[in-house]
Nanobody, 124 residues
Framework: QVQLVESGGGLVQPGGSLRLACKAS????????VAWFRQAPGKEREGISC?????YYADSVEGRFTMRKDNYRHILYLEMDNLEPEDTAVYYC????????????????????WGQGTQVTVSS
């Protein structure tokens, strides 16, 4: 059974940086795509990035967030720079055990497997 576990969340000041990790079990990141979503209070879950053979980023994080993969440890990192209060949310990683990011990857219904989430709070 695929398991995804996020870590690395916390409190950071505006303009700061944070690195999230998504540790995958029973899922070889050399072969399968993984996405990052986030959900702010009172808002719908939003797809922000997806890494398969091509990387995709939402406009809201393009140029500030970067995904990096550790194929040996099966970890997908989300490096977040120049954080803004609007980035405050619970961050999730997700996979559908497919080689590529699906069409419409920003829609949460495209993914079957989810982690439990990690809280990121951007505040002074």
């Amino acid at each position: 059974q695929v398991q995804l576990v996020e870590s690395g969340g916390g409190l950071v000041q505006p303009g700061g940086s944070l690195r999230l990790a998504c540790k995958a079990s029973e899922l070889d990141l050399n072969w399968y795509a993984v996405a990052w979503f986030r959900q702010a209070p009172g808002k719908e879950r939003e797809g922000i990035s997806c890494m398969g053979n091509i990387q995709y980023y939402a406009d809201s994080v393009e140029g500030r967030f970067t995904m990096r993969k550790d194929n040996y440890r099966h970890i997908l990192y989300l490096e977040m720079d120049n954080l803004e209060p609007e980035d405050t949310a619970v961050y999730y990683c997700a996979s559908d055990r497919a080689a590529s990011c699906p069409t419409g990857w920003q829609n949460e219904s495209r993914f079957r497997f989810w982690g439990q989430g990690t809280q990121v709070t951007v505040s002074s």
